[in-house]
């Protein structure tokens, strides 16, 4: 079974979107999510972009509040921007909450999605496959 993987951001535009696309094609055995404390409705055009580019984009990803998630048992909830992360809710269970800041790139060119793209594969993965014990 799956471990259950929520990214959590402000907008859920780009670092959730991107973080939520690389962990479902890069790391077996997690079903990852995404969502925003206040989603802007949209993904960015350079979010989707670079995951197209990557091979991992998929047309189900699109921006989405917290409610929307709400009711499925996360085993891993990442804050990866410091909003997200003053802000987040109160997860039921023993839901583990971390935090992995990186860099919005919104507004910026599309370097800064291909960077976030970057650190979140090489960083990310590694993380959530040590807090989830699949090392």
């Avoid at 921007?81 to 802000?87: F, G, I, L, M, T």
């Amino acid at each position: 079974m799956n471990k259950k993987v929520l990214i959590l951001c402000t907008g859920n535009s780009c670092r959730s979107i991107i973080a939520e696309a690389v962990l479902n094609k890069y790391v077996k055995g997690v079903e990852a999510y995404s969502s925003g404390v206040k989603a802007s409705g949209k993904v960015n055009p350079n979010a989707k972009e670079v995951l197209i580019k990557d091979g991992s984009w998929d047309e189900k990803y699109h921006s989405k509040t917290i409610d929307k998630v709400m009711d499925i048992d996360f085993d891993l909830v990442v804050t990866v921007c410091d909003n997200a992360k003053e802000s987040c809710p109160v997860f039921p269970g023993h839901t583990k909450v971390i935090h992995v800041g990186y860099e919005d790139p919104d507004g910026k060119n599309y370097s800064a999605f291909l960077k976030t793209l970057k650190l979140i594969k090489m960083e990310l993965i590694v993380i959530v496959k040590q807090e989830l014990g699949l090392l």
